[in-house]
């Protein structure tokens, strides 16, 4: 029997987080502990927390998990450890260690959808030089899979939300759209070339893209999931006390995104993300409503948004696209804080 | 009044009907929408608002009715068609189209060559620059062009189509073609002139 993930999960990847103001709220309950050691904790947004175990050498440490993407449980688990793993790549770390995480129902799925689960999972941990050491798993139903992951990382060269500078250019290495091309798969709106598409871009490690961030010393930078490009933009602007102007227009987007939003297909977690980043935010008064839109997309293992020095932007764009990362486009820029955090233009 | 009813429909599915119906629909008429979900209720009414869309809405015994009215203003943000997406790259090479048939030969097989390589373009890694279209060429560029549909999508990709405006003319098409730009022979020449390659089907 062909097994069907799909079939069991209404909003899938990334889109399932919490809304990211109700996070914030609830963070506001938790104490930050306080240790000369932790070189980046929540305070930032950051995708992962850093602490310090000598002058050479910073553990980063990161989790993420979600329910299934895709239809094809070996393929779920890949991208889910894609994704997972990608936490550590933005922070300019080296992926070392990861925990297997995944709830299961094992009385309403055959053991063989959760084996090639954890089997994807673990070929993508491999690619990564990544070695899962144990894991956990809970009943619960629809499934859901991701890792912890342990990097390496050298405390000085920690790369972080705080870290964009007026003038810089920010580049984009993933086009995106998987929210939108998923929820169009649920539809059946979606075409079969755009959703292996998305599926590919969701497969894709961002080591390639971390390798170019070390060579050239970038010290600000993201990965964008589940708040969406805009989200995470402002995410980064927050933490950098500076502002962040994206132009949407130069954001590559995967296969028929545009028309698919055109036509009203538009996830709930692209509103919840505007919600979010509405009273920091202004929208420049011709913006495209369709591309608008697709910037709070939740994306899911989605590219690195990465703040480059203005003299060095030529460099590190034919750099990624060296590495194979056709799409890197530069979408934006950083400029000293005026008013708003995030400015959105066509 | 048209009503479309979106209980128990989940996101997106109420704004896909929402937006099919404001299509449909001619300025200054209303319909319903039903909904039974707040989020549902929450993202409607903030994709009204951001489009400018003139509504109301009622509740009653936990459902909610929205009367949209299609106003003059809704929607004139680019369509789809009008949009190019920056996603495919484009290299820096030109076809030129001098024929509506692929090489010489049989008709019938030089039209279908010239489907097979127009689709072809569409699969390229790296897109032409532009394309350009002259003499029996630009029957291709007419609305009831067995190509047309493949033509469009290469321009939505971000490819540019120049036309020979006194070809248009000469062979009276000017009602009948609405796609890429009519152009001078002085573009058409300086288009291919400053090609890294012209390949011409």
């Not at chain 1, 069991?8 to 306080?34: F, H, N, T």
């Not at chain 1, 590559?252 to 919600?275: H, S, W």
Request: with cysteine.
């Amino acid at each position: 029997m062909k097994i069907d993930l799909l079939q069991m999960v209404e909003v899938g990847g990334c889109s399932a987080k919490i809304p990211p103001e109700q996070l914030e709220e609830i963070l506001k309950y938790l104490p930050l502990p306080e240790d000369p050691n932790i070189l980046v904790d929540i305070d930032t947004h950051d995708d992962a927390g850093v602490y310090k175990v000598n002058d050479d050498l910073a553990l980063v440490f990161t989790t993420d998990f979600f329910p299934p993407v895709c239809s094809d449980p070996y393929e779920f688990g890949q991208i889910a450890a894609a994704n997972s793993i990608s936490d550590v790549y933005a922070m300019g770390g080296r992926p070392v260690i990861a925990l297997n995480i995944m709830m299961f129902p094992a009385s309403k799925m055959p053991l063989e959808a959760y084996i090639d689960i954890l089997r994807g999972g673990a070929d993508m941990a491999a690619t990564a030089g990544v070695r899962i050491i144990g894991g956990h798993t809970i009943d619960d139903n629809p499934p859901k899979y991701g890792l912890a992951v342990i990097g390496y990382v050298h405390p000085r060269r920690i790369i972080t939300n705080a870290g964009a500078r007026p003038g810089d250019s920010m580049i984009l290495t993933k086009p995106v759209g998987t929210g939108v091309i998923l929820a169009g798969q649920r539809l059946k709106m979606a075409s079969e070339k755009d959703i292996t598409e998305a599926k590919r871009i969701m497969k894709l490690l961002n080591n390639s893209g971390a390798e170019v961030m070390k060579k050239y010393d970038i010290r600000g930078a993201t990965d964008v999931t589940g708040f969406g490009l805009a989200g995470h933009a402002l995410k980064m602007a927050k933490a950098s006390n500076v502002s962040i102007t994206l132009n949407v227009k130069r954001v590559p987007l995967i296969g028929k995104t545009y028309d698919l939003v055109d036509q009203g297909c538009i996830p709930g977690a692209a509103f919840r993300n505007l919600e979010y980043a509405e009273p920091d935010t202004r929208f420049a008064s011709d913006l495209d409503y369709n591309l608008k839109m697709i910037a709070f997309d939740a994306q899911t293992s989605g590219g690195l948004l990465i703040c480059v020095p203005n003299d060095s932007k030529d460099k590190v764009i034919s750099g990624l696209k060296k590495a194979g990362l056709d799409n890197s486009s530069i979408i934006g820029s950083v400029n000293d804080y005026e008013d708003r955090f995030l400015y959105l233009n066509n | 009044m048209r009503t479309i009813d979106t209980r128990g429909q989940q996101c997106p599915v109420p704004i896909i009907a929402t937006k099919k119906a404001l299509k449909e629909t001619k300025t200054g008429e209303a319909f319903k929408v039903l909904a039974d979900s707040l989020t549902t209720l929450n993202n409607l009414t903030r994709f009204l608002k951001d489009n400018k869309t003139e509504f109301s809405v009622e509740e009653s015994a936990g459902v909610w009715t929205l009367t949209i009215k299609k106003g003059a203003g809704d929607f004139v943000q680019a369509e789809a068609d009008d949009y190019f997406i920056p996603h495919f790259s484009r290299g820096e090479f030109v076809v030129a189209f001098t024929s509506d048939k692929m090489g010489t030969g049989d008709d019938e097989l030089g039209n279908l060559l010239m489907v097979n390589f127009i689709k072809a373009i569409k699969e390229l890694d790296v897109l032409p620059a532009k394309m350009v279209f002259y003499n029996r060429g630009i029957m291709l560029g007419k609305d009831d062009s067995h190509v047309i549909e493949h033509l469009r999508e290469i321009e939505k990709m971000g490819v540019k189509l120049l036309l020979c405006a006194t070809c248009v003319n000469f062979y009276s098409l000017a009602e009948k073609i609405h796609i890429g730009t009519l152009s001078n022979m002085y573009e058409i020449a300086q288009t291919m002139a400053s090609a890294t390659n012209v390949i011409k089907p």
